[in-house]
């Protein structure tokens, strides 16, 4: 435990007043509550709804698992001299060294600047009803409020209770201070089991470069 961390919240209680001071979790609310106020404004329910959100539990695994991945996990390349880097994996890396520091935690609050729009683009570009498009914006909204609120809870002090929690808690905790090229799940652990990267904890070892993914200071400034 790093002495930020063990100066974080280690209640429920405490924890939520914590998550809700920060921005990210401010917007997911305010955008998630909007989402449901249209969603039950415009009615119109069919069992296709049922279908979008079944397709977003599906898809969200491998979502999470390709971000975690590919985005948070970027390399800094030089390129003719000049440093190829961007402030997602930047600020990523920046949480990696300092994982109990709780600002790091959170979505970056410049994503929301094209995350909300880009997703409206999409949901009502690709939906046949703009009933469908607004619920799975909505669901879209909660399953990304819920991942914060499991990213944010997993690096305080609060220990999980139930066993679900417990295994997302362990599978987070092993990829920061085992190996990072491991266990790459927060919020759901599916993603892991299908691509294979959540070996059993005696197979990996211990990875020095879990506090700084293999990569100087200066290119995670």
């Known amino acids: 435990m ?3 961390m063990a100066e974080s919240p280690d209640t429920l209680r405490d924890a939520a007043r914590v998550f809700s001071a920060y ?19 415009l009615g119109e ?3 296709w709804d049922l279908v979008v959100v ?20 970027f390399r800094a390349v030089t390129l003719f001299g000049r440093i190829i880097d961007f402030p997602v994996p930047k600020s990523h890396r920046a949480h990696h060294r300092n994982p109990g520091d709780l600002a790091l935690v959170f979505i970056p609050t410049h994503v ?3 995350a909300i729009p880009l997703q409206l683009v999409l949901w009502l570009g690709l939906m046949p009803t703009t009933s469908l498009a607004i619920t799975g914006i909505t669901f879209y909204f909660a399953m990304a409020l819920q991942y914060e609120w499991s990213h944010f ?9 139930s066993r679900y929690y417990q295994r997302r808690w362990r599978n987070h ?7 990072e090229h491991y266990w790459f799940g927060v919020s759901t652990l599916a993603g892991d089991w299908v691509l294979r990267t959540a070996p059993p904890f005696g197979t990996v070892p211990t990875s020095p470069t879990c506090r700084t993914l293999g990569q100087t200071a200066t290119l995670g400034a």
């Open 112 to 114: 929301f600047v094209y």
């Open 2 to 4: 790093t002495p930020a």
């Open 23 to 41: 921005w990210s979790p401010r917007i997911l609310i305010m955008a998630t509550s909007l989402a449901v106020a249209a969603r039950l404004a």
């Open 153 to 161: 809870l997993i690096h305080t002090r609060y220990r999980p209770r």
């Open 54 to 73: 079944l397709a977003i539990l599906a898809g969200w695994p491998l979502l999470e698992w390709v971000i975690h991945v590919f985005i948070l996990h």
């Open 45 to 47: 329910w069919s069992r």
């Open 173 to 179: 905790r092993l990829h920061h201070f085992k190996n």
